[in-house]
């Protein structure tokens, strides 16, 4: 039988900007989450002034969260980055470079980059990565510099820094892998949505031409391929109805027509050809003359349907012509074996199936 794949039938919709507010809300509580082992971890050290900075980035974190939900996304960005950046710096002068607390500016360089995709994603303007990327990296430099001259504020013992070290080398990891992972399923589904948009009629939602030939192999049995037939079928005198009802009503009868062919091709793959021809692959299980029944009976459903437009009503025929696969084809090659016969109907006057 005909396979085709279904991961192309799903998550329809381009990603929209709703994606990219959540991944600011979850980057925005993973930060407070932090902040409040940071809160726990300067308590239990006894750091007085780390506690209060960390209870005024804890409250920079709770009004962010306004600040995504009024769409304020370049001031979230600015306000996450430099509370980041400053309090790491702080961190650092107050614990020494043997705590690890300069690591974070490593997982800030990831944040600002992060936070300029999504920023632009939402349609807001340009973060400015390079200059906070060399802000970070001054902030990162300075710590450095500064214990040349000075000591830590808060002695800690030496057991404490190898586990705060360590403990803040987790963290960072696990920040920057939490920021990839969302960043690639964001990227990952775009571009889903994207190939999908590509290769299917936006009008019919049917798969295109492009779908055909990308997938033109994947679509054939591969034991038995001379078993497969190709039917492409035209609508008869579409222009009039375009001239007569206009050009939504023709819309509307491409989108209906590929219902009835989608509906009553008993599993054969549809797809919209181009303009008003749509093609049919299908398998012959048993005979042609079963399959070409199956699809005389497609030409007589349409040609008996009612299709009611606004006030008009009025029916619709549709020419076929069929060719059984033979080896060594391409998709251009067999389709332009079935257009010769579609044609043929149709110099023959219409309405019928040459096979």
């Known amino acids: 039988m ?20 959540i991944a600011s809300y979850v980057i925005n509580a993973l930060f407070l989450i932090l902040h409040i082992f ?13 506690i209060k900075l960390n209870i005024v980035s804890l409250i920079i974190g709770i009004l962010n969260f306004g600040l995504i939900k009024f ?17 790491v710096t702080i961190a650092t002068l107050c614990f020494g470079w043997n705590c690890g607390f300069q690591n974070f500016h490593i997982a800030i360089i990831v944040l600002i980059f ?16 390079l200059k906070f990327c060399i802000l970070d990296i001054i902030a990162y430099l300075f710590s450095f510099l500064w214990f040349n001259w000075f000591e830590e504020i808060y002695v800690i013992s030496t057991t404490l820094q190898k586990y705060t070290q360590l403990l803040s080398a987790l963290v960072i990891f696990f920040i920057v892998i939490a920021f990839m992972w969302i960043l690639t399923q964001f990227t990952v589904r775009v571009e889903e949505a994207m190939n999908k948009k590509a290769q299917f ?39 009039k109805v375009n001239d007569t009802y206009g050009h939504n009503c023709g819309d509307y009868v491409l989108k209906e027509i590929a219902q009835l062919i989608k509906k009553y091709s008993k599993g054969g793959f549809v797809c919209r050809w181009g303009g008003e021809e749509f093609i049919i692959l299908g398998s012959v299980e048993i005979d042609m003359k079963n399959q070409c029944r199956i699809l005389n009976d ?19 025929t549709i020419t076929m012509g069929v060719a059984i696969y033979e080896q060594g084809q ?3 090659e067999w389709v332009n074996v079935a257009d010769k016969k579609l044609y043929a109907g149709k110099y023959s006057g219409k309405n019928k199936l040459v096979f």
């Not at 809160?39 to 780390?50: F, L, P, Q």
């Open 330 to 332: 391409s998709v251009e």
């Open 114 to 129: 992060f936070g300029n995709y999504f920023s632009q994603k939402m349609g807001h303007d340009d973060v400015r990565t």
């Open 38 to 50: 940071f809160e726990i971890y300067y308590i239990v050290i006894a750091a007085d002034w780390m």
């Open 201 to 239: 009629d936006e009008l019919t939602q049917l798969p295109n031409r492009y779908y055909l030939m990308a997938h033109f192999k994947q679509l054939m049995t591969k034991d038995n391929k001379q078993n497969n037939y190709l039917a492409i079928m035209d609508i008869d005198d579409f222009k």
């Open 71 to 87: 769409e304020k996304t370049k001031i979230f960005v600015n306000m996450l980055f430099y509370e980041a950046m400053i309090h």
């Open 2 to 21: 005909l396979k085709i794949n279904r991961n192309f039938f799903k998550n329809e919709d381009i990603f929209s900007n709703e994606i990219a507010y």
């Open 298 to 316: 497609i030409r007589k459903f349409v040609g008996n349907h009612d299709f009611k437009y606004e006030v008009y009503k009025f029916n619709i």
